[in-house]
């Protein structure tokens, strides 16, 4: 792997983009219209997940195409989703066609998605993760793009993983942390990249505040991974009841208007992120928040 972050990274310093699963909600043709209208509130990448949805790379083509400037990053695509001579032929050939705006952000997953969805043995994902960094550096492709370069970052939450990104990939991803974290990761990768999901919901009162928020930790807070990161940052087990506690729930999702959700990203700026990713909690979590979006392009704009 080429030490040197990747134009597609060095262009995200600065800038904030939106982490979204709602392009799932619509059709599968029409997905690229939800990538174009994040793209037109001005925000510089799109962040989409790989679990129950589709397929990272074919949707990552889908909204590379029906974009021109916006980068496509997968946060992440499963390691245990196919082998790294196939993602690494894949990123070189989304990126040989679409000028270098695909990231390929890669992630252990969890335990119940990897055994129960995919039949692995999730044993030693730190291993797993490793091994499979050094098969795309090994990956071989005899196609014109074969020596096309692309970005890599991966999903790091504790202090073995982060050092692999550090190490093997070109930066990280962090998910549900908090600016705390953010500094942690900085730390731990030097002058790699760190791009940060920050979750938000936008306005609303108090009450619908914490129903989102709820609804949205409900699945994570079942999850060891998150658990344990949550742990290193001071939060205890009664924190972490499904759906998570009042207080897990304002550490993690930022409420409040316009200046609030700027407040947060400069807090993760300050304490070292390069980029910030928004995902911006509607009253139905699959729905497309356009409106949301607009606005805070707006916002971020002025």
Same mark, same amino acid.
């Given at each position: 792997?080429?030490?040197?972050?990747?134009?597609?990274?060095?262009?995200?310093?600065?800038?904030?983009?939106?982490?979204?699963?709602?392009?799932?909600?619509?059709?599968?043709?029409?997905?690229?219209?939800?990538?174009?209208?994040?793209?037109?509130?001005?925000?510089?990448?799109?962040?989409?997940?790989?679990?129950?949805?589709?397929?990272?790379?074919?949707?990552?083509?889908?909204?590379?195409?029906?974009?021109?400037?916006?980068?496509?990053?997968?946060?992440?695509?499963?390691?245990?989703?196919?082998?790294?001579?196939?993602?690494?032929?894949?990123?070189?050939?989304?990126?040989?066609?679409?000028?270098?705006?695909?990231?390929?952000?890669?992630?252990?997953?969890?335990?119940?998605?990897?055994?129960?969805?995919?039949?692995?043995?999730?044993?030693?994902?730190?291993?797993?993760?490793?091994?499979?960094?050094?098969?795309?550096?090994?990956?071989?492709?005899?196609?014109?793009?074969?020596?096309?370069?692309?970005?890599?970052?991966?999903?790091?939450?504790?202090?073995?993983?982060?050092?692999?990104?550090?190490?093997?990939?070109?930066?990280?991803?962090?998910?549900?942390?908090?600016?705390?974290?953010?500094?942690?990761?900085?730390?731990?990768?030097?002058?790699?990249?760190?791009?940060?999901?920050?979750?938000?919901? %936008?306005?609303?009162?108090?009450?619908?505040?914490?129903?989102?928020?709820?609804?949205?930790?409900?699945?994570?807070?079942?999850?060891?991974?998150?658990?344990?990161?949550?742990?290193? %940052?001071?939060?205890?087990?009664?924190?972490?009841?499904?759906?998570?506690?009042?207080?897990?729930?304002?550490?993690?999702?930022?409420?409040?208007?316009?200046?609030?959700?700027?407040?947060?990203?400069?807090?993760?700026?300050?304490?070292?992120?390069?980029?910030?990713?928004?995902?911006?909690?509607?009253?139905?979590?699959?729905?497309?928040?356009?409106?949301?979006?607009?606005?805070?392009?707006?916002?971020?704009?002025?």
């Amino acid at each position: 792997m080429n030490q040197e972050l990747p134009l597609s990274l060095r262009t995200l310093a600065g800038t904030v983009g939106i982490w979204t699963t709602t392009h799932e909600s619509v059709p599968a043709a029409k997905s690229a219209d939800i990538a174009s209208e994040i793209e037109s509130f001005g925000f510089s990448a799109m962040w989409i997940p790989e679990a129950w949805g589709r397929e990272a790379f074919s949707s990552a083509a889908l909204l590379l195409g029906g974009t021109s400037t916006l980068k496509i990053a997968t946060g992440i695509a499963n390691i245990w989703g196919r082998d790294a001579v196939s993602a690494a032929a894949a990123a070189r050939t989304l990126n040989a066609a679409y000028d270098d705006r695909f990231i390929l952000g890669l992630g252990v997953s969890h335990q119940p998605l990897v055994e129960r969805l995919r039949g692995h043995d999730y044993k030693t994902p730190l291993a797993a993760m490793t091994q499979y960094l050094a098969a795309l550096d090994a990956a071989p492709m005899f196609a014109p793009e074969g020596q096309q370069p692309f970005a890599r970052v991966i999903a790091a939450l504790g202090p073995k993983m982060l050092a692999l990104a550090a190490h093997s990939a070109h930066g990280a991803h962090p998910y549900l942390v908090t600016a705390e974290h953010t500094a942690q990761a900085r730390a731990a990768v030097g002058d790699k990249f760190v791009g940060v999901e920050q979750a938000v919901v %936008l306005g609303e009162s108090r009450d619908e505040f914490l129903q989102r928020a709820h609804a949205h930790l409900e699945i994570y807070t079942g999850l060891d991974n998150y658990r344990n990161s949550w742990k290193r %940052l001071g939060f205890e087990e009664e924190d972490f009841v499904r759906g998570g506690s009042d207080r897990l729930c304002d550490a993690l999702v930022v409420h409040g208007d316009e200046q609030a959700v700027l407040d947060r990203i400069n807090e993760h700026q300050q304490a070292g992120a390069d980029h910030v990713c928004l995902q911006v909690l509607g009253a139905d979590l699959s729905a497309v928040p356009r409106e949301q979006w607009q606005r805070i392009g707006a916002a971020l704009a002025s």
